[in-house]
């Protein structure tokens, strides 16, 4: 069977996945797309040939007939009434991080998921997916570190253009708030924001460099630079420091090269390229586990989760002090998924 899918929103990430799942992956059609700039959905479908239908609005590409399974791609504030509207619907979605912008929105999606009954929601958290963090997660859990005691992190983009305000927090460190309590098969239980000299290079009166510190139910304490402005490169770093030894995330495959008296490896500059195979994986997956009427990636409430530690990091660098991070109890209704965190 050819799942049917309708994309929301054809911008930078929209395009990219609808790209791959024609060109690149298997089981899965494009048939509508939209955009609030129409002009944007009708070069996608001209520029890419597909046979795709193009619709007024998000909601009519969820209610159309023809439509299996929606992807959400637009702008994060547009994120919740769309997956709502697809529960609503009893569609399957994907949706890009931010599941919502507010924790209040994400857990309003729960309780709707949990009110239909059946899981539908994935949240486009694709590090669960990558195969350097898949090989830093099987070492650990092998026990060849022993217990973690420490997790260095760092997530730098060369530039971040229309960042502004907590966007770091918000649009970037939320990928290490999902991975890594995957990673380490653990939740949080505070944070604390320390703030750097600033670099010159920020721009929109944006706060550059942030160290963030995690503290996990088991005790681990995680620190991370996240440094959006770094000029040289997109570069994300993991390191465990476990009891009897270190892991690190593996480097991305590049040649070594000697030459002009250099030894030297690219380092990518764009993360759409540092994580292409990880966004195949992940749009394979879930394309494959939906024609199942499976859902198996990062859930509805992984995407809560992740937006109510965001909310707690970003009160913790405007009051300078240490955090709670308090969840309720995951509903037992998010068991069967087996990307279970606790
Ligand atoms: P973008 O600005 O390039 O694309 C967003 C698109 O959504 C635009 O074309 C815009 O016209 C459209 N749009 C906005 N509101 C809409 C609405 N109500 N109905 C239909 N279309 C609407 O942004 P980008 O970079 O593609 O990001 C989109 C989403 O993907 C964001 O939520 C972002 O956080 C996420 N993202 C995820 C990444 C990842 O690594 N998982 C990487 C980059 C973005
Ligand atoms: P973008 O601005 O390039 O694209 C967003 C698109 O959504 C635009 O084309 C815009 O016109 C459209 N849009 C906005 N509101 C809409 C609406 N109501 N209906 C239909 N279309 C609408 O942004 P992007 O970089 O593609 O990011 C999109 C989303 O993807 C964001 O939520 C972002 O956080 C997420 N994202 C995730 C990753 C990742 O690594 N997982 C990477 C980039 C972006
Ligand atoms: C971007 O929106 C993403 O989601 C990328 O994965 C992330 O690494 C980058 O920092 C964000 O700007």
Not at 70 to 78: A, D, E, F, H, K
Not at 113 to 141: C, N, P, T, W
Not at 143 to 171: Q, W, Y
Not at 175 to 203: K, M
Request: with cysteine.
């Amino acid at each position: 069977m050819t799942l049917r899918i309708g994309v929301i929103g054809t911008g930078a990430i929209g395009r990219d996945h609808i790209r791959r799942i024609t060109n690149d992956l298997t089981g899965g059609e494009i048939v509508a797309v939209t955009d609030v700039n129409a002009e944007s959905a009708k070069n996608v479908v001209s520029e890419l040939h597909l046979n795709a239908k193009i619709y007024e609005n998000g909601h009519d590409v969820i209610k159309a007939d023809d439509v299996d399974a929606i992807i959400v791609t637009s702008w994060g504030p547009t994120h919740e009434e769309f997956v709502l509207a697809s529960i609503a619907a009893g569609k399957p979605v994907f949706c890009e991080k931010p599941l919502a912008t507010t924790a209040e929105g994400c857990k309003r999606i729960v309780d709707a998921e949990v009110a239909h009954g059946k899981q539908l929601v994935q949240v486009g958290f694709m590090r669960r997916f990558d195969k350097s963090y898949r090989q830093l997660k099987k070492i650990f859990d092998e026990g060849k570190v022993g217990e973690a005691l420490v997790v260095h992190c760092a997530h730098r983009n060369p530039t971040a253009p229309g960042f502004s305000g907590d966007m770091a927090i918000t649009d970037s460190f939320v990928h290490e708030i999902d991975v890594l309590r995957w990673l380490l098969d653990d939740d949080y239980v505070s944070c604390q924001v320390i703030l750097p000299r600033n670099t010159r290079f920020a721009e929109n009166g944006l706060q550059d460099p942030h160290m963030i510190l995690l503290e996990t139910k088991k005790g681990i304490r995680i620190d991370t630079e996240v440094f959006v402005n770094c000029k040289y490169g997109y570069d994300i770093q993991c390191q465990i420091v476990g009891e009897t030894g270190i892991a690190n995330l593996p480097e991305p495959q590049s040649v070594l090269m000697r030459s002009e008296a250099k030894l030297s490896t690219e380092i990518y500059v764009d993360w759409k390229d540092r994580f292409i195979d990880s966004y195949d994986v992940e749009l394979q997956e879930w394309i494959d586990s939906t024609v199942k009427g499976e859902m198996n990636g990062p859930s509805a409430w992984d995407g809560y989760v992740v937006a109510v530690t965001s909310d707690a990091c970003v009160e913790a660098k405007h009051s300078g002090g240490i955090v709670a991070i308090e969840l309720p109890e995951r509903p037992a209704f998010y068991d069967q998924g087996n990307n279970k965190v606790l």
